[in-house]
Each structure stands twice: as C-alpha cells, then as structure tokens.
C-alpha cells in the first residue's frame, strides 16, 4: 500500500515543467559599512576587503526589506516552486567566487555569464522575480541596493514565507563585473557527490561539516529530475544488494516514475511528505532512506559525522534551524572580488 501511494503521488508530477530548487544537473552546489548606527558586520568571507552590515540600508534605502519581502511573497504565493528557486540562486551565486550576483549576468558579446554553465542551463529560475525587486527598488532608492544583497534577502524571505526561520541579513556586497562559466561548472556541488566531496568543496569556502548538513537542509523544497537520482535506483537495476538505509518500496516506486515517463521531463518533489513547508522533514526522510539525491541520502549512511548530524536535526526542529539560519550567515559572508560596482540592472553591467 505504501509502494502504491508513493507511486501514485509522484506520478502527479511526471509532467509538470521542469522549474524548481534542486533539478540539478547530473553533472556538478578595506570597505566599512556604517549606516550612522555604529553598527559594523562580521568580517568573513574570502578576503577581498568587504566588511558586511546588518544595518546598511536603515538610512539610505529604508524600504529595501518591506519591498524584497513583499515581491517574494507575492512570487510565492502564485508559485510555491518559486520559495525553493529563488533560495538555489543565492547558493549558486555564493559558491562561484563569492556573494557577488555573477550568477545573474546575461552573456553579452563581451561576456561569458554562469546561466548556461551545466548545473544552472535549463535548471536556474527566479530571474524575473530579482528582476522586478531591483526595478522597484531602482525607482524608490537608486543604485543603493545591489543585485546581490537582494538574492541574500529573497533567499531568507523564501524561507520565512515557507515556514522556516527568519535572520538578520549582513549586507553591503557590491555585484561583480564579470562571471566565470568554468568555476560555475566545476565549482558546485554534484547531486552524485560523495560525503568528502561534499565536505571538501564546503570547507574551500570555510564552511564547516555542520555547516554543510545544515544548508543541505535546504532540499526540504524544491524538486529533481530523473537525471539527477539515477544513481539512487543503480540497485533495482543491477540486482546488487541496496545500500544499508535503502527504503526500497521508495526506490521502486521512483524506478516507476522515471521508467514510464522520459527522465529528462520527469520530476518529483525531494520531500513529498511536506513539499511547500521549510522544516526539518528532510532529514527524517533520510533516516528512513527516502533521501532523493544520492548526495542527500549520502549524509545518513556514508560518514558517522553527518548521520549524527542528521539525526539530531531529525529530532528537534529548532537546532535545525538555528544551525541553519548561521550557515546562511556564513555563506552569505563570502564576499566576491574587487571588480565590482551596484548594478542598476541586474543582468547586466552598468
């Protein structure tokens, strides 16, 4: 009964479009600013000189939060694939040379953006929704608040309209000049990839194992293809023993789905017992073997560290959350390069 029900509810999404948090690729995750407050932000981040403020925008640009918040909300309530989406571009802007909105540069004659590098083609959205909060904020405060500060605030507001946390976010990041498509492509984490992998790519970023389990909690909206978990069906297909922690009534109910429909246009949710709500469910889910991607249901079975990570966060929502919502902090911390300015659109250079 259960094998059924699993099958029948992925089968609701089998041919919805292919938009969302987590269709990833199965190919690769001495400036001060004041605002009179006397207030000063943390210091982390690659090194390139921005120091981030949590209170920049109080004077110059008071409206930047109201107006960030109220667009996402907005997007959300008509799309709640979009709370998941616009969360996924802060990470992949952060993880490529830092917070710095590279991630939303079209290509231009002069220019190679990140959109079509392999883990963002056909997989990143949101673009229109940053779009029309920079358009608002451009007529309200003028070149004030850059595209990447804003990605930092519709990724927390993504989450507190879903039922996560709220947290104060550092701003003050200025958007880059330039994009790097190489560093997009290899520089993002796999859905294949492998605990150390996971750890390692995380650490370069000086974000640490608990760091890493905790944004990973982040899968708890979103969406995948069949191209992203093939990997996870490998023992029906082969007849080898599953992997210990394998739920296979969930795996064959998957095998299912990407079987009768074209793995390229199925999807399903990576948490189907609360889709739409950012709580702890992913990781219950993992301990009961019903981790998507393999990089997921890699944390509860490949390394004593993280499985103890995830069952603490599986018992007790809060700690989940306060982890989280400080590797937000974190990652939101890694500051880009010195080739920068405030764009006034952000697709483009000024």
């Known amino acids: 009964m ?9 089968m609701l999404f089998a041919a919805m479009p292919i938009l969302s948090l987590s269709e990833s690729n199965p190919t690769n995750f001495s400036e001060t600013c004041e605002d009179g407050s006397g207030e000063t932000g943390s210091s982390f ?11 920049l925008y109080r004077n110059s640009c008071p409206e930047a939060e109201s107006i960030v918040y109220s667009w996402v909300q907005t997007a959300v309530l008509q799309d709640p694939r ?26 231009t004659e002069g220019l190679v953006g990140e959109k079509t ?9 949101g673009f229109e929704v940053i779009d029309s909060i920079k358009s608002d904020l451009e ?21 507190v309209v879903s039922g996560g946390p709220s947290w104060e976010v550092e701003v003050g990041r200025k958007d880059s000049r330039t994009a790097s498509k190489p560093a997009a492509t290899t520089g993002l984490p796999s859905p294949n990839s492998t605990v150390p992998t996971l750890i390692s790519i995380f650490q370069k970023l000086g974000l640490s194992q608990t760091d890493m389990v905790a944004l990973s909690g982040g899968h708890t909206l979103g969406k995948a293809r069949c191209t992203s978990f093939t990997a996870r069906l490998l023992p029906l297909q082969t007849g080898e023993p599953a992997n210990h922690g394998d739920n296979l009534d969930f795996l064959e109910s998957l095998q299912q789905l990407c079987s009768t429909v074209d793995p390229a246009v ?16 992913y990781y219950v889910n993992l301990l009961s073997g019903e981790g998507l991607l393999p990089s997921d249901q890699a944390l509860a079975v490949q390394d004593p560290g993280t499985r103890a990570i995830v069952e603490t966060y599986a018992a007790d929502q809060s700690v989940f959350f306060e982890d989280f919502k400080n590797a937000m902090v974190k990652m939101g911390g890694i500051t880009g390069g010195s080739n920068s300015e405030i764009r006034r659109n952000c697709r483009m250079i000024n």
Do not use: W
């Open 2 to 10: 259960k094998k059924l029900f699993n099958y029948l509810f992925l």
């Open 45 to 55: 981040g690659i090194g390139f000189g921005l120091v981030l403020d949590f209170g």
């Open 82 to 107: 979009m709370a998941a989406s616009l969360l996924r571009l802060h990470f992949h802007d952060c993880f490529v040379n830092g917070c710095d909105a590279s991630v939303l540069l079209d290509d």
């Open 117 to 125: 590098a392999p883990p963002n083609l056909n997989s990143l959205r």
């Open 139 to 159: 007529s309200v405060c003028p070149e004030t608040v850059s595209c990447a500060d804003i990605l930092a605030m519709a990724a927390r507001d993504s989450v």
């Open 266 to 281: 199925a999807i399903t949710q990576l948490d189907l017992v609360t889709p739409s709500t950012f709580d702890n469910q």
